[in-house]
């Protein structure tokens, strides 16, 4: 009898995990990808709609352009996962049963219990956060004076919250918008734990675009006109946004696996298996377990490498055959600040922290290169000027 493999989660780690499998096995299984939505979304370029939505035909890639013909697809949302009857409950359609699962549902924003935080601020995990992003930014600056500019706020300023601010800015430079611009941080610096050049260099180019960068005291409240920051800070806001952390989606906090009792990311041996035989689980909803004291980061470069594996490891688990296991290789960093980006620590390159055109050429080859690697060189070639 077939296996029924399912894969649910169409983000980095779901959509090449797909590849992944369907070239090792070559339709000697059944395979069946769920997600909520018809199509891969470029998530790291996702900011690029606040500025200009039309990116958003370059960034997201239909499902039937990147799956076999013999792959079943169900758009669908995932409500819960029961591993003793081996099944996928879904929102609209019939249950699904599985031999084997690989879990890759991503993340959601968490909002750590700060009063009104998720009532009244954006988030930017989603084609459609991003493009609500656009229009609340959009209708903030037509309402708004150069005597009385539209204030949007940022709160976290990790990875996210940078580029967030560094779009707003190429927006309100483009239009010659009525726009202030402030990136909050509740710890003492921007893109907090990494390396002080790359801060630094990353915080020049904010300042550089007439960002304000507050460090130093976390957001404690917000209600639909302030932001409450510290003991006796406050700001007004037009439009907030909300990058500050992760937590796991709703359809695993119940699920029995061994997961982490705060967040609900689910614990991964380096072969991708949970405790459940059966189940394994890639990406952002995963705590992967790595050499060190520390799982692999959350991030679309370590979702990628890992897809590979996973698809190949499906494989070896629908033979018989035993389990490879995985080591992230941190390539470097590279962040956009709008139009410009700044690199940090990758792979061969002999500087540690550069920017400029060699930067923002290798911020846009690394879209191009997924692209390419999930659909084709053609589509990939046609998104490049976006990224």
């Given amino acids: 009898m077939t296996d029924k493999v399912v894969v649910l989660g169409a983000g980095y780690a779901g959509a090449g995990a797909v590849k992944s499998f369907e070239n090792e096995l070559n339709g000697d299984a059944d395979l069946t990808w769920i997600s909520d939505t018809d199509f891969h979304l470029v998530l790291h ?6 500025r200009d939505p039309s990116v958003q035909d370059k960034i997201s890639i239909p499902v039937h352009d990147i799956k076999e013909p013999t792959t079943s697809f169900i758009e669908d949302e995932v409500v819960a996962i029961d591993t003793d009857e081996r099944r996928v409950e879904l929102a609209a359609n019939d249950a699904v049963e599985y031999d084997y699962l690989l879990v890759c549902l991503g993340s959601q924003t968490a909002f750590f219990g700060i009063q009104g935080l998720e009532e009244h601020a954006h988030t930017l995990k989603s084609l459609d956060d991003a493009l609500g992003i656009h229009e609340a930014v959009q209708t903030a600056a037509r309402e708004a004076t150069q005597n009385d500019p539209a204030q949007v706020v940022i709160g976290g300023a990790g990875l996210s919250g940078i580029q967030t601010a560094g779009e707003v800015a190429e927006f309100r430079d483009l239009h010659d918008a009525p726009i202030d611009i402030h990136l909050v941080e509740g710890l003492d610096e921007i893109f907090p734990g990494n390396d002080p050049e790359l801060q630094g260099s990353l915080r020049k180019r904010l300042v550089e675009r007439d960002v304000e960068i507050m460090c130093g005291e976390f957001i404690g409240e917000v209600d639909e006109d302030t932001v409450y920051i510290g003991d006796d800070e ?17 359809a695993v906090q119940d699920v029995k696996l061994d997961k982490d009792d705060r967040n609900h990311r689910i614990h991964a041996e380096s072969d991708f298996q949970t405790d459940d035989e059966r189940v394994f689980a890639i990406g952002d909803c995963a705590l992967i377990d790595q050499p060190g004291e520390q799982p692999a980061p959350p991030t679309a470069q370590a979702a990628w490498q890992a897809a590979e594996v996973a698809g190949e490891n499906l494989a070896r688990a629908v033979r018989g055959q035993p389990l490879s296991t995985w080591t992230h290789k941190d390539k470097g960093t590279v962040i956009s600040v709008g139009e410009k980006a700044v690199a940090h620590d990758v792979m061969g390159v002999p500087i540690s922290t550069f920017g400029g055109l060699p930067a923002k050429i290798l911020k846009k080859g690394i879209a191009a290169r997924w692209i390419a690697d999930v659909t084709s060189i053609g589509r990939a070639a046609k998104a490049w000027p976006d990224m």
């Fill in 234 to 250: 406050e700001l007004d806001y037009d439009v907030l946004v909300w990058t500050g952390g992760i937590t796991g989606r709703d």
């Fill in 45 to 50: 370029e996702s900011h690029r709609c606040i």
